[in-house]
């Protein structure tokens, strides 16, 4: 029987698995100490098999995250794309937000006490979308100067974008089946209501460093400026750097109807009242010429009210002395709303068919994965007569360097795609990421003279197992761009959860030695056997 000899515990396992989690491995890594009986009556070898691989479209993925965390969601799914990514090698990917608006039901128009009960109207001064983008600050100088993080794409060449009232109701329950959660694809048809809630149609949107500061107009309900006020966002109360923010004008009577003529009505009575009267925002992009860029936006909840997803909005409440026109007070006001509750993202990716020849195309979002097939029944059959201890066993796949290369994935993932007897698909971990960790499982993008080259996973423990004869469940494995939500959540956790908003791709080789060489996908296997 084939025995293992490398055994590490499931808490280094787990302490591996959280460490990969906090930092990204980009480093190139040699081979692992794998601790080979060195005597005169055992030799070492290696072996190299040969690995089918090809393409496999994607229709859709899980795109609301309800499943990675308990109520109230606020985006817990991490990242979510807006924005259009369109490169000749790779489907385009145009990506819109669909999100529910969580509200303080407590809100009313006027806090002013008004102890002589004056009449006042309201006047919006400004209303607009807040979405924070990641960015880092590089030079504070004269003026904070940042680079913006997490964006594909050609930012210079804007895309098209507006922003309606959704009409589908967004449900947390299967209305199929109430007792179960339900659950929103990439593909998910949304329906929505009427013109844009834009201040512009088909706005022309392009990710900027200079969306810092927010000059508002004051302005009194006979239309004259009385004070100008600007607003700039921080990453903390005692900080004065502001922060670049996506800001998308919003029109004024479209808050003004919607939200603050509705404060103590039926409609603010509760959230699910809310949700049922106004059931979200429909964010939508569009491809306006060939290219744009794909952002990813950071929706969950923060503690810090300058890093949520808010609708903002400014007004003004101008009260006139008794039986007079004469202004007697005017109150600035600011109210913000979150965007929470269920987000959900939208892909609307081309059908791209790709050609059958010696290389297969990963694409993340709803693109595209791998199907790796490794150890047919006669290989398995003739490595479980062998007498055999298994030091290492990993899989390499090498990256197509004439293809497009400028938004790899910094790490692939692998993961085992089987069916039931109804011809369900049945999702599950290679042992290995969760028995020795996600560092030692690895999938991280390595480099060969800082040339973008390859990326290795070692699945020792899967394969000793099967070879070994403590099971024969061996579907075929999934290649894919690595998504956050990957890694099993505990040491116990073997089901791989479909989520996918990492948009990179990349063009990987295929198995064929005649075409490929030595590039081509394969599986090597480190052993020791006995001397006759």
């Not at 601790?35 to 859709?60: R, Y």
Request: glycine share 6%; with cysteine; aromatic share 10%.
């Amino acid at each position: 029987m084939v025995k293992k000899s490398i055994r590490k515990t499931t808490q280094i396992g787990v302490m591996c698995l959280l460490f990969a989690g906090i930092i990204s491995c980009e480093k190139d890594f040699t081979d692992i100490g794998t601790n080979v009986v060195s005597n005169t009556k055992f030799t070492t070898h290696d072996i190299t098999l040969e690995v089918l691989l090809s393409n496999v479209p994607i229709e859709s993925v899980r795109a609301d995250g309800l499943d990675l965390t308990d109520a109230p969601y606020f985006g817990f799914q991490g990242q979510y794309l807006l924005g259009v990514h369109n490169r000749d090698q790779y489907e385009k990917i145009e990506a819109s937000i669909i999100s529910q608006v969580n509200i303080n039901t407590a809100l009313s128009v006027s806090s002013y006490a008004n102890p002589d009960d004056l009449v006042f109207e309201t006047s919006i001064d400004t209303a607009f979308l807040k979405l924070p983008y990641y960015s880092t600050l590089v030079s504070n100088t004269d003026k904070p100067e940042y680079t913006l993080d997490s964006i594909i794409g050609d930012k210079a060449i804007p895309f098209t974008l507006n922003i309606y009232e959704l009409e589908t109701y967004l449900n947390t329950l299967n209305p199929a089946d109430p007792t179960k959660r339900n659950r929103f694809l990439s593909n998910e048809t949304y329906q929505n209501k009427g013109i844009p809630l834009t201040e512009i149609e088909d706005f022309d949107f392009m990710p900027t460093t200079k969306d810092t500061l927010i000059i508002i107009k004051r302005r009194n309900s006979l239309g004259d400026l009385f004070e100008t006020d600007t607003i700039k966002y921080t990453n903390n109360p005692s900080s004065e750097i502001p922060l670049p923010m996506a800001i998308i004008p919003l029109k004024k009577s479209f808050v003004k109807e919607k939200f603050l003529d509705n404060y103590e009505t039926d409609n603010f009575a509760s959230q699910n009242a809310f949700n049922d009267y106004f059931r979200g925002l429909v964010i939508e992009a569009k491809e306006k010429t060939k290219g744009g860029s794909l952002i990813s936006f950071n929706l969950r909840n923060s503690s810090i009210s300058s890093l949520r997803p808010l609708i903002e909005v400014y007004y003004t409440n101008t009260f006139f002395k008794k039986n007079s026109t004469e202004i007697d007070t005017v109150i600035k006001v600011n109210h913000s709303y979150q965007l929470g509750g269920i987000i959900n993202n939208k892909y609307n990716m081309t059908d791209k068919v790709y050609p059958v020849n010696n290389q297969v195309v990963l694409q993340g979002a709803a693109g595209s994965e791998a199907k790796v097939e490794i150890l047919n029944s006669t290989e398995l059959e003739d490595l479980r007569q062998k007498n055999w201890l298994i030091n290492d066993a990993s899989l390499t796949f090498y990256i197509n360097q004439d293809a497009d290369t400028t938004a790899v994935p910094s790490r692939l993932y692998l993961y085992k795609r089987g069916e039931n007897s109804n011809g369900n698909p049945i999702l599950g971990q290679v042992k290995d990421v969760y028995s020795e960790g996600a560092v030692l499982f690895g999938g991280a993008l390595l480099k060969n003279n800082n040339k973008k080259d390859r990326y290795t996973f070692r699945i020792t423990d899967y394969l000793s197992d099967l070879i070994g004869g403590e099971t024969n469940y061996a579907p075929p494995l999934r290649l894919k761009v690595y998504n956050i939500s990957d890694f099993p959540t505990s040491a116990g956790d073997t089901i791989f959860r479909p989520y996918s908003w990492n948009p990179k791709a990349v063009t990987i080789l295929n198995g064929d030695e005649s075409i490929n060489g030595v590039r081509r996908a394969k599986l090597k296997i480190s052993y020791t056997k006995k001397k006759d």
